[in-house]
C-alpha cells in the first residue's frame, strides 16, 4: 500500500511540475498585463515546478540520476515570499515599486547559496555516487539535529516566510474589500479572489516544503 500512494504521489508530483512549467512559459511569452508582473509570476511558477521535480526525484531515490538539481532550488524558497509580496502590490497598484531597503529580504537566498555553494557545484559523478548511497536524502536539514544557532536561522526564515504570505493575503483582502463596497467591476473582484487563492496555495506549499527539511 505505501508504494502504491507513493506512486500516485509521484504522478500528481510530476503533472503538476509540467503544467507549472507550461503555464510559467506560456505567460512569460503570451500572457496579459505589463511583462515584469509576468516576469516575476512566471519565476515563481518556475521555481515551484522544478522544486517539485526535485521532491519527486527525492522520494524515489533517483535524484543520482539528475545530481545538478539537487539543492539547487534550497535557497530560491526563501526568495518567493518577499517576491510575490512585491508582484501583490504591483498588482494592486502598477505604479508601485519596493524600496531600497526592501531587498534586504532576499539576503537569506544569497545566504544559503554561499553556504552550499560547494555542494551545489561538486563534481557532478562524485554527487551522483554520494546521492546513490544516501537513499534518504541526507542533504534534507533534520531540524532536531540543528544546533541552536541553525534552528534559529532556520525558525526566523520560516516565520519571514510566512509573514510575507500573511501580509499579501491581506493586502488582497482589504483592497477586496473596498472594490466590493464600491461594487466595482466583477472582472477586478474575480481577479483578486484568484489572487487570495493562488496566495493560500503558495503559502501552504513554501512553508511546507521549508517544514520538510
Known sequence: MPSIILNILSIVIIFASIIGMFFAITLLRKGNGALILRSIFSFILFVVSLQLIEVDLMLNGLTYLVPWIDGITFPLIYGIAPLYYIYIRMSINPNYRPQYWYYIFFL??????????????????????????????????????????????????????????????????????????????????????????????????????????
Open 108 to 213: 537569506p537566498v544569497i545566504y544559503l547559496t554561499y553556504d552550499i555553494w560547494d555542494y551545489l557545484f561538486m563534481d557532478q559523478q562524485m554527487k551522483a555516487e554520494y546521492l546513490k548511497k544516501t537513499y534518504n536524502h541526507e542533504f534534507v536539514i533534520n531540524v532536531l539535529e540543528m544546533n541552536l544557532v541553525a534552528k534559529a536561522k532556520f525558525v526566523f526564515l520560516s516565520l519571514q516566510m510566512a509573514t510575507f504570505f500573511i501580509f499579501s493575503y491581506l493586502k488582497l483582502k482589504n483592497h477586496l474589500k473596498v472594490f466590493t463596497d464600491l461594487e466595482s467591476d466583477n472582472d477586478i473582484i474575480e481577479r483578486l479572489n484568484w489572487l487570495k487563492t493562488v496566495t493560500v496555495f503558495f503559502g501552504v506549499y513554501a512553508f511546507s516544503y521549508a517544514a520538510m527539511l
